[in-house]
């Protein structure tokens, strides 16, 4: 079956440092790839996506590119916040967009410091 | 802008008592899932439909039960609350189709705590 492995937390940084978050996949064929981020107390907002290989997804400064050759989707920024202090959780969506929804790796959680 | 809109955002539940979490979308999606969120453990699947009259199990089904009378509507049953069932419940919903890029979009959570 699908699964979704990403490098644990927390991650603390101070502000202005490069970040990465490591995601790897498991999956038959051509899967879409997300990146959810969970602000304290609210639900999750898509972050950012790709649907093929080689695709790079990017908004509000985060980029991720489809690495189908090492099944990743790592989530950078090279300049991060203290407002980017959130849970970010990396997802797939089977080839075929099936009904059965998102499989989730289990979230990272980033901490910016001033 | 409503989305998807879950009802209750808190409730505490006595074990044994039972609750619906109520959920609707207005964007006249098919699809609609609801999941649950234990900590350091990401989200896990409860239940899904992909439209009115239809409803599957997804992982962790045990302890719910869901309906979808309608479109709009995708309300999940808790029988017999048990602490176990202490999470953060998701509702989502996403267009019908074969396009896997189809982005699926979350309600804003329900915090239920059984004691």
């Known amino acids: 079956g699908n699964s979704v492995t990403q490098m644990e937390g927390p991650v603390t940084l101070s502000e202005e440092a490069f970040l990465t978050i490591n995601c790897t996949y498991t999956a038959t064929g051509y899967p879409s790839l997300f990146w959810y981020v969970q602000y304290p107390g609210e639900g999750l907002q898509l972050l950012l996506k790709?649907?093929?290989?080689?695709d790079k997804g990017s908004n509000k400064g985060f980029e991720a590119t489809y690495r189908k050759e090492t099944t990743s989707f790592h989530l950078e920024k090279g300049s991060v916040q203290v407002s980017d202090s959130a849970v970010y959780f990396c997802?797939?969506?089977?080839?075929?967009?099936?009904?059965?929804?998102?499989?989730f790796g289990k979230g990272t959680h980033l901490i910016i410091q001033p | 802008n409503a989305g998807v809109t879950q009802t209750p955002k808190f409730r505490i539940l006595k074990i044994g008592q039972s609750m619906t979490l109520q959920c609707t979308q207005d964007?006249?999606?098919?699809?609609m899932y609801w999941y649950r969120q234990d900590p350091g453990m990401g989200l896990k699947l409860i239940y899904y439909?992909?439209?009115?009259?239809?409803?599957d199990k997804g992982e962790v089904p045990n302890g719910y039960n869901v309906s979808r009378s309608t479109t709009e509507d995708f309300p999940l049953r808790l029988e017999l609350a048990a602490p176990s069932q202490t999470s953060v419940y998701f509702c989502?919903?996403?267009?019908?189709?074969?396009?896997?890029?189809?982005?699926?979009?979350f309600g804003e959570g329900s915090w239920l705590t059984v004691v």
């Open positions: 997802a797939l969506r089977g080839e075929g967009g099936g009904a059965d929804g998102l499989t």
């Open positions: 439909s992909v439209g009115a009259g239809i409803t």
């Open positions: 790709a649907t093929k290989a080689d």
């Open positions: 989502a919903s996403s267009r019908t189709g074969t396009a896997s890029g189809n982005t699926i979009y």
């Open positions: 964007m006249n999606h098919n699809y």
